[in-house]
């Protein structure tokens, strides 16, 4: 019995030796991808609807002896990712955007090899792209199309 209970132990701290990881989660409104918003300024309505339900998208970077580095694993790679896996939405960005990072180590008194990877989750949403003119409004009138009043009355 008292075997046993060695041998797991010293298997617990070969595994703690061997490889090393953590998790950090956290949730963002609204995140959106850089290229597809050039045509929106920083002050202008940012109209959308939802074009799907919710997608997953994952991007990771490796490293090999801490110093030899190659991948990409932020947010906006792992967004992009999930547009990648979703092509039919046409997404612009998404919404209730739910995000994780997680570090894997693997031998890490040596740092031999790391992994971090950034997972997002979140529903799809499209811009709506057209133009304005100065002075309209484009908040949504109570009927919830979005669009003005003809007479200009809201």
């Not at 092509?87 to 612009?92: F, I, K, R, V």
């Not at 955007?97 to 790391?114: D, E, H, I, K, R």
Request: charged residues 20%; neutral net charge.
């Amino acid at each position: 019995m008292k075997t046993s209970r060695n041998i797991l132990f010293s298997a617990g701290i070969a595994l703690l030796l061997f490889a090393a990881g953590c998790t950090s989660t956290g949730s963002i409104g609204l995140l959106t991808d850089s290229e597809t918003e050039t045509d929106l300024g920083p002050h202008d309505s940012h109209l959308f609807h939802r074009v799907g339900h919710q997608i997953e998208g994952r991007a990771c970077r490796h490293f090999i002896l801490g110093i030899i580095p190659w991948g990409d694993s932020d947010l906006e790679s792992a967004m992009r990712d999930a547009f990648k896996k979703n092509p039919s939405l046409h997404a612009d960005g998404l919404v209730h955007v739910a995000t994780s990072t997680s570090l894997y180590n693997f031998f890490p008194l040596y740092n031999v090899y790391t992994l971090t990877c950034t997972t997002v989750r979140g529903t799809p949403i499209r811009f709506d792209h057209s133009p304005t003119k100065p002075g309209s409004s484009t908040q949504p009138s109570s009927g919830g199309s979005g669009k003005k009043d003809p007479s200009g009355k809201s």
